[in-house]
Antibody
Framework: DVQVVESGGALVKPGGSLRLSCEVS????????MSWVRQPPGKGPEWVGR??????????EYAAPVKGRFTISRDDSKNTLYLQMDSLNTEDTGVYYC???????????????WGQGTMVTVSS | DILMTQSPDSLAVSLGERATINCKSS????????????FGWYQQKPGQPPKLLIY???NREPGVPDRFSGSGSGTDFTLTISSLQAEDVAVYYC?????????FGQGTKVEIK
């Protein structure tokens, strides 16, 4: 069975840092292009960023609101994805999901596997 | 960035009746190289992550009931629930994965009338 489990969410003060983890099983993590998607309370999902597989150079891409503050990385030996979040502000509050595409069927990039998410609250 | 705009924001439909949700993208998400629309629909229930229902605009994800169907091309898309069931109460989101940053619509809340 495919499993995706995020962890590391917490309450943090503005300006603080946090590292999220996402451990996966049930598919070949090393081949997967992994994304983080966040969802502020009561709002729609927002793509945060993506890391491609090592075979294509682990290329990184980020959404504008987090570029320069957030860093995505991966450890294929541990089947784990990370999100390092620095200089956090209140607009970063939300549930953070780890996700990827084309696990169930090849779909060209739609997210067909999601974790349950981990809550990040930025507040003083 | 490609802006995704859904309509309506919410709708109430009687059990067994049809529900229709629209999504418009600010630019085409149809890739001419393979004639595929890089567009999907998701369902989200409270406390759960989004669940992919439809990819490439009209392909149902395995296990998704056939009362869900997607249509449209280019910039205008529709999700239809042919016969609303109680378990379909949720928020539905459209998403484009044609160009980064991937973007989602604001959501449409479907309720029972």
């Amino acid at each position: 069975d495919v499993q995706v489990v995020e962890s590391g969410g917490a309450l943090v003060k503005p300006g603080g840092s946090l590292r999220l983890s996402c451990e996966v099983s049930g598919f070949t993590f090393s081949n997967a292009w992994m994304s983080w998607v966040r969802q502020p309370p009561g709002k729609g999902p927002e793509w945060v960023g993506r890391i491609k597989s090592k075979s294509v150079g682990e290329t990184l891409e980020y959404a504008a609101p987090v570029k320069g503050r957030f860093t995505i990385s991966r450890d294929d030996s541990k089947n784990t994805l990370y999100l390092q979040m620095d200089s956090l502000n209140t607009e970063d509050t939300g549930v953070y999901y780890c996700t990827t595409d084309s696990v169930v069927v090849f779909n060209g990039g739609a997210f067909d596997v999601w974790g349950q998410g981990t809550m990040v609250t930025v507040s003083s | 960035d490609i802006l995704m705009t859904q309509s309506p924001d919410s709708l109430a439909v009687s059990l067994g009746e049809r529900a229709t949700i629209n999504c418009k993208s600010s630019q085409s998400v149809l890739y001419s190289g393979n004639s595929k629309n890089y567009f999907g629909w998701y369902q989200q229930k409270p406390g759960q992550p989004p669940k992919l229902l439809i990819y490439w605009a009209s392909n149902r994800e395995p296990g998704v009931p056939d009362r869900f169907s997607g249509s449209g091309s280019g910039t205008d898309f529709t999700l239809t629930i042919s016969s609303l069931q109680a378990e379909d109460v949720a928020v539905y989101y459209c998403q484009q994965y044609y160009s980064i940053p991937w973007t989602f619509g604001q959501g449409t809340k479907v309720e029972i009338k």
